[in-house]
């Protein structure tokens, strides 16, 4: 059982920067592939990035690239996404999720196994 707490959420304006922090409890978080997803008002929960358990490999989603970062520290059992020039349409509760596969980097939803609560980021233009 892993569970997930996500921090660092705010509200922003167009064009600032955040970190978004998510913390997991247990003694095999590197075994862990760890992802972001995001939900806005009235859409799909959509991918934004995942990580490998031992953070060598990324995916981003189209979105994503350019502009958002994820990393993890092991040693502190953190995922972070790093967020710069934000969007309005970066506004969205957003999601960190755990894969009980290392390796895999999936952008589908139903694949990973454990999630957080969410932390609501809301981009002022």
């Known amino acids: 059982q892993v569970q997930l707490v996500e921090s660092g959420g705010g509200l922003v304006q167009a064009g600032d920067s955040l970190r978004l922090s998510c913390a997991a409890s247990?003694?095999?978080?590197?075994?862990?592939?760890m992802a972001w997803f995001r939900q806005a008002p009235g859409k799909e929960r959509e991918f934004v990035a995942a990580?490998?358990?031992?953070?060598?490999?990324?995916n981003y989603a189209n979105s994503a690239k350019g502009r958002f970062i994820i990393s993890r520290d092991n040693a502190k059992n953190t995922v972070y996404l790093q967020m710069n020039s934000l969007k309005p349409e970066d506004t969205a509760v957003y999601y960190c999720?755990?894969?009980?596969?290392?390796?895999?980097?999936?952008?589908?939803?139903?694949?990973?196994?454990?999630w957080g609560q969410g932390t609501q980021v809301t981009v002022s233009s």
């Open positions: 999720a755990a894969d009980r596969y290392s390796s895999r980097l999936y952008a589908q939803a139903n694949e990973y196994d454990y």
């Open positions: 247990g003694r095999t978080f590197g075994g862990y592939a």
């Open positions: 990580i490998s358990g031992s953070g060598g490999r990324t």
